[in-house]
């Protein structure tokens, strides 16, 4: 009982990496970690080994009293999953038995996935997808008594199980499914999306946490992603007025509006909202959902909220679209019956002269900027001291003072709110969105169209190499692993083909750098020849390793083959066989060959013949 046989061993990294999953979502239950060693001990120590009854009523009986002592749900779930996991290794004796586990650790993995795609969720499923595989082919191997990492046939293991996985991974036909919302539990409450936008004195603190990442061709320097659009203003805040949702049917490309202009990939991380967050100017959405619904203020709407991350493109133009309003539905834009006469005043004062609509907002702009300041911690309580008594505020004020003060000229506005890009990865050509890029502007209505109007100065920002080295990782996860699909398996055979085709050429390429460093190559030939060669003559033949097999499975590197025998009492009976061996091996005496391996299985076989008589006793 000194050592982990290779199933012990596997399966103490699989509940290990099982249980991590369950640890992501409730840090609390990392305490399970101590279930597995005890198990082994006590299946090695066969203390169970007349009780498996008992054994089999153990998940029950856990999940009576984890009923009765109230816990939550995803506790109960998670530590009954778990317990019956370790039940089932006390019972198990052959494969179906090993990979009922693996089913079970499958189910816990699905059940902490409902909700996170944490970096940590992705380092415990990279070694899901190793540990599984390892788990269930070790099970085939149970010759292999010891679990060290010195032998062979333990890496043997390792890299076939890597292979597998990643064979498996990236060659299994991925189809689209609806996207899983989530579990609320995991919501992060600070990355919730306000509905209303109020005017008040409140600090602001930076929140460096990543709500999305966007995904583009190229820096295109700011982008502004709208969430919500709000066109009244009301008791010092913008709130939101709701008309009924239209469901947007889907384009006969399957495309929610329409696919037209450039392209961005949002990866959006759990806001508890059910908002979509789209890059302006904005033509159209496609992702994995059944339903997108819209009011009449162009605010886009999933049916439910999404508490884990999702990823979908958004489709833009560079410029708006043509969209011809009547003075009935421009009215609410127009709106001034909460503002006070003071700022129409004002409004009128900045815009005496100015004839055309782009003259005024010029204007208005100028204005802010000269008598306003930016400021994370406002001196401005209401938006009337902000733009009557110039205090300072921050991008809320300045973009409800530009739309307040259009208004009061004749201008139709509505505020935006969203997010405004300021943190580019150029490894994998992306932008970082934080809690902190959280933004307001306006849009204002000429010429048939809504555009797009950021009164609020210009801020600059820095970028931490080490965290964009960090978010490349995260990034890569969320690429490769968790957004592969159908169309990049399709992709990924597309550069296959054109690698083959190519071929020759390549081939062609390699052979004249060669040519160039032809001795060096010959070098390294040679010397990774004789290394070979040496490490197998230091290497014993597979005979041997069949006479060990039938002394034992503990034979000590420094021990012959007659000193191990005699250990374990078989000197006597294998004497003739380890001397035909002797002279076969070192004294070149190949003939001998045939001899050893028919006597080795004569040997075989009395020794399960005995085994069997054993049993039968």
């Given at each position: 009982?000194?050592?982990?046989?290779?199933?012990?061993?596997?399966?103490?990294?699989?509940?290990?990496?099982?249980?991590?999953?369950?640890?992501?979502v409730e840090p609390t239950l990392a305490l399970l970690l101590l279930l597995p060693p005890v198990i082994i001990l006590i299946k090695r120590a066969k203390i169970i080994q007349n009780h498996q009854?008992?054994?089999?009523?153990?998940?029950?009986?856990?999940?009576i009293f984890l009923i009765a002592i109230g816990i939550d749900l995803f506790s109960v779930v998670g530590i009954l999953l778990t317990v019956t996991m370790c039940a089932k290794f006390i019972l198990?004796?052959?494969?179906?038995?090993?990979?009922?586990?693996?089913?079970?650790?499958?189910?816990?993995?699905?059940?902490?996935?409902?909700?996170?795609?944490?970096?940590?969720?992705?380092?415990?499923?990279?070694?899901?997808?190793?540990?599984?595989?390892?788990?269930?082919?070790?099970?085939?191997?149970?010759?292999?008594?010891?679990?060290?990492?010195?032998?062979?046939?333990?890496?043997?293991?390792?890299?076939?199980?890597?292979?597998?996985?990643?064979?498996?991974?990236?060659?299994?036909?991925?189809?689209?499914?609806?996207?899983?919302?989530?579990?609320?539990?995991?919501?992060?409450?600070?990355?919730?999306?306000?509905?209303?936008?109020?005017?008040?004195?409140?600090?602001?603190?930076?929140?460096?946490?990543?709500?999305?990442?966007?995904?583009?061709?190229?820096?295109?320097?700011?982008?502004?992603?709208?969430?919500?659009?709000?066109?009244?203003?009301?008791?010092?805040?913008?709130?939101?007025?709701?008309?009924?949702?239209?469901?947007?049917?889907?384009?006969?490309?399957?495309?929610?509006?329409?696919?037209?202009?450039?392209?961005?990939?949002?990866?959006?991380?759990?806001?508890?909202?059910?908002?979509?967050?789209?890059?302006?100017?904005?033509?159209?959405?496609?992702?994995?959902?059944?339903?997108?619904?819209?009011?009449?203020?162009?605010?886009?709407?999933?049916?439910?909220?999404?508490?884990?991350?999702?990823?979908?493109?958004?489709?833009?133009?560079?410029?708006?679209?043509?969209?011809?309003?009547?003075?009935?539905?421009?009215?609410?834009?127009?709106?001034?019956?909460?503002?006070?006469?003071?700022?129409?005043?004002?409004?009128?004062?900045?815009?005496?002269?100015?004839?055309?609509?782009?003259?005024?907002?010029?204007?208005?702009?100028?204005?802010?900027?000269?008598?306003?300041?930016?400021?994370?911690?406002?001196?401005?309580?209401?938006?009337?001291?902000?733009?009557?008594?110039?205090?300072?505020?921050?991008?809320?004020?300045?973009?409800?003072?530009?739309?307040?003060?259009?208004?009061?000229?004749?201008?139709?506005?509505?505020?935006?709110?969203?997010?405004?890009?300021?943190?580019?990865?150029?490894?994998?050509?992306?932008?970082?969105?934080?809690?902190?890029?959280?933004?307001?502007?306006?849009?204002?209505?000429?010429?048939?169209?809504?555009?797009?109007?950021?009164?609020?100065?210009?801020?600059?920002?820095?970028?931490?190499?080490?965290?964009?080295?960090?978010?490349?990782?995260?990034?890569?996860?969320?690429?490769?692993?968790?957004?592969?699909?159908?169309?990049?398996?399709?992709?990924?055979?597309?550069?296959?083909?054109?690698?083959?085709?190519?071929?020759?050429?390549?081939?062609?390429?390699?052979?004249?750098?060669?040519?160039?460093?032809?001795?060096?190559?010959?070098?390294?030939?040679?010397?990774?020849?004789?290394?070979?060669?040496?490490?197998?003559?230091?290497?014993?033949?597979?005979?041997?390793?069949?006479?060990?097999?039938?002394?034992?499975?503990?034979?000590?590197?420094?021990?012959?083959?007659?000193?191990?025998?005699?250990?374990?009492?078989?000197?006597?009976?294998?004497?003739?066989?380890?001397?035909?061996?002797?002279?076969?091996?070192?004294?070149?005496?190949?003939?001998?060959?045939?001899?050893?391996?028919?006597?080795?299985?004569?040997?075989?076989?009395?020794?399960?013949?005995?085994?069997?008589?054993?049993?039968?006793?």
């Amino acid at each position: 009982m000194g050592y982990l046989t290779i199933i012990d061993f596997s399966f103490l990294a699989f509940s290990f990496v099982s249980i991590g999953f369950i640890a992501i979502v409730e840090p609390t239950l990392a305490l399970l970690l101590l279930l597995p060693p005890v198990i082994i001990l006590i299946k090695r120590a066969k203390i169970i080994q007349n009780h498996q009854k008992i054994v089999e009523f153990i998940p029950l009986l856990t999940f009576i009293f984890l009923i009765a002592i109230g816990i939550d749900l995803f506790s109960v779930v998670g530590i009954l999953l778990t317990v019956t996991m370790c039940a089932k290794f006390i019972l198990s004796k052959n494969f179906p038995d090993y990979f009922e586990i693996f089913i079970i650790g499958i189910m816990i993995l699905v059940l902490s996935s409902i909700g996170t795609i944490s970096l940590s969720f992705g380092i415990c499923a990279i070694l899901f997808i190793i540990v599984g595989p390892f788990f269930l082919i070790s099970t085939q191997f149970k010759h292999i008594k010891k679990a060290s990492f010195l032998t062979s046939d333990f890496w043997f293991l390792i890299v076939t199980s890597v292979m597998l996985s990643v064979l498996f991974f990236y060659t299994i036909p991925r189809f689209s499914m609806p996207v899983i919302r989530g579990n609320p539990i995991l919501r992060d409450n600070s990355l919730e999306f306000p509905t209303e936008v109020k005017i008040d004195s409140e600090q602001v603190n930076l929140n460096y946490q990543v709500i999305m990442r966007v995904e583009t061709n190229a820096n295109q320097g700011p982008v502004y992603i709208s969430g919500l659009r709000y066109s009244t203003f009301s008791n010092g805040k913008w709130i939101m007025t709701y008309s009924k949702s239209e469901k947007i049917n889907k384009d006969p490309n399957g495309y929610f509006g329409s696919d037209n202009g450039n392209k961005a990939t949002i990866y959006l991380e759990p806001t508890g909202t059910n908002v979509i967050f789209k890059v302006d100017y904005a033509t159209g959405v496609n992702g994995s959902f059944n339903n997108i619904f819209a009011d009449n203020n162009a605010n886009w709407f999933f049916d439910a909220p999404f508490y884990r991350t999702i990823k979908y493109d958004t489709y833009y133009s560079n410029t708006p679209k043509k969209e011809e309003l009547t003075w009935m539905q421009l009215e609410k834009f127009l709106d001034v019956s909460n503002i006070n006469p003071s700022i129409i005043k004002l409004s009128e004062n900045i815009t005496k002269g100015k004839n055309s609509e782009s003259e005024k907002i010029e204007a208005i702009i100028k204005y802010l900027h000269e008598n306003n300041t930016y400021s994370l911690n406002p001196t401005a309580k209401t938006i009337d001291d902000f733009i009557l008594m110039h205090k300072s505020g921050y991008c809320e004020h300045f973009a409800t003072a530009f739309a307040l003060l259009g208004r009061a000229s004749g201008i139709p506005t509505r505020l935006v709110s969203g997010f405004s890009t300021s943190e580019w990865n150029d490894t994998f050509s992306y932008y970082i969105v934080r809690a902190k890029d959280a933004h307001s502007w306006v849009e204002v209505y000429t010429n048939n169209s809504w555009h797009l109007v950021d009164p609020t100065p210009a801020q600059s920002s820095d970028s931490n190499k080490f965290s964009l080295f960090i978010d490349s990782i995260r990034m890569f996860w969320y690429r490769n692993v968790v957004s592969y699909s159908i169309e990049a398996q399709a992709q990924a055979l597309q550069n296959l083909s054109i690698f083959v085709k190519n071929f020759g050429e390549i081939v062609f390429n390699i052979l004249k750098i060669f040519k160039n460093f032809a001795l060096y190559f010959l070098i390294l030939i040679v010397a990774l020849a004789i290394f070979l060669f040496k490490r197998s003559t230091d290497k014993p033949d597979y005979i041997a390793q069949k006479i060990i097999s039938l002394i034992g499975n503990d034979k000590q590197d420094s021990e012959t083959l007659f000193e191990f025998a005699r250990r374990n009492g078989k000197e006597t009976l294998l004497a003739e066989l380890i001397n035909l061996y002797y002279q076969y091996r070192y004294g070149n005496r190949l003939y001998l060959k045939k001899e050893i391996i028919e006597k080795i299985k004569e040997q075989q076989s009395k020794n399960k013949l005995l085994t069997k008589r054993e049993n039968n006793l």
